[in-house]
């Protein structure tokens, strides 16, 4: 069945830093140093941001060792808790997505996560074989127009979102991460906070026509998008200067997320994948 249309709003719970990339191959030691306990002390204001709407939190698995109460307080609020893979940095290798999976699997069996969102959303067909072995319900690990839900075996895959300009595509092999290809085909992937930086009223007005179409839009923020990291401009300066693409990401968003749970419904992935079935 078609679920009713709501917002599937994500947030991809890894660190102020994440973007840089810069500091991937650090010890976890460094980073939990570098974090300065930034992603802990932003959860509360989130929480409370979101107030009843329910959202999809994608956890960054070593984030987890850092600050252990993280998933609790999600699911005490009413949220869903997904998996955003345990250190965060480019995973195309089967063998290292397995790797980085299990490094999760004993707080993931713990809160029974059951949904899986690939780092940069860009990943390998393969993943999907082993999300089911891993007992995942879904993914969210592409980008597809709005609405689209695929079955990968027995996993759902239900891709971040992008409004088709021109011809609407047929195939859907991961990847389709977000490149100058995706744009060229015709695909504008509105769901990423990178676009929600830029082109602020452009997406709202699209998220609410998908809406009023009766199809569900899933985009995603990140915790620094929402709550800025003190100092946050001095202590990214080097990194944004570095990759001024970065910019966008550093935007404050909390006008654009407090718009969007005023006014529309919203609902958590494994909620709406269970509604699909
Ligand atoms: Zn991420």
């Given at each position: 069945m078609t679920p009713s249309p709501r917002l599937l709003l994500t947030i991809d719970y890894e660190p102020w830093f994440a973007p840089s990339r810069r500091y991937d191959t650090w010890t976890s030691e460094k980073r939990r140093e570098l974090d300065d306990k930034i992603s802990q002390q932003s959860l509360d204001p989130i929480l409370e941001t979101l107030g009843n709407s329910k959202a999809t939190f994608y956890l960054v698995g070593e984030m987890v060792e850092w600050y252990p109460e993280l998933p609790e307080k999600i699911l005490n609020a009413g949220h869903e808790v997904g998996f955003h893979c345990h250190v965060h940095r480019k995973l195309d290798d089967i063998q290292e997505i397995e790797k980085d999976l299990i490094a999760s699997t004993s707080w993931m069996q713990k809160y029974n996560v059951r949904g899986y969102r690939a780092p940069m959303i860009n990943t390998v067909e393969a993943v999907y074989p082993l999300l089911e072995k891993h007992n995942f319900l879904y993914s969210s690990s592409i980008y597809a127009p709005t609405g689209t839900a695929l079955k990968k075996g027995n996993v759902w895959e239900i891709p971040a979102s992008t409004l088709v300009l021109l011809k609407t595509p047929t195939e859907f092999r991961a990847p389709r991460h977000m490149n100058l290809n995706l744009i060229a085909s015709g695909e504008f992937p509105?769901?990423?906070?990178?676009?929600?930086?830029?082109?602020?009223?452009?997406?709202?007005?699209?998220?609410?026509?998908?809406?009023?179409?009766?199809k569900s839009p899933v985009i995603f923020?990140?915790?620094?998008?929402?709550?800025?990291?003190?100092?946050?401009?001095?202590?990214?300066?080097?990194?944004?200067?570095?990759?001024?693409?970065?910019?966008?990401?550093?935007?404050?968003?909390?006008?654009?997320?407090k718009d969007l749970?005023?006014?529309?419904?919203?609902?958590?992935?494994?909620?709406?994948?269970?509604?699909?079935?």
């Open positions: 509105y769901s990423s906070s990178f676009m929600s930086g830029l082109f602020r009223h452009t997406v709202y007005n699209i998220i609410e026509r998908e809406l009023k179409a009766g923020l990140h915790p620094y998008e929402i709550v800025t990291p003190p100092n946050y401009f001095r202590r990214f300066a080097k990194d944004l200067l570095h990759h001024p693409m970065l910019l966008p990401f550093a935007f404050n968003k909390s006008k654009f997320l749970l005023k006014n529309f419904p919203t609902a958590t992935m494994q909620d709406y994948v269970r509604d699909l079935q």
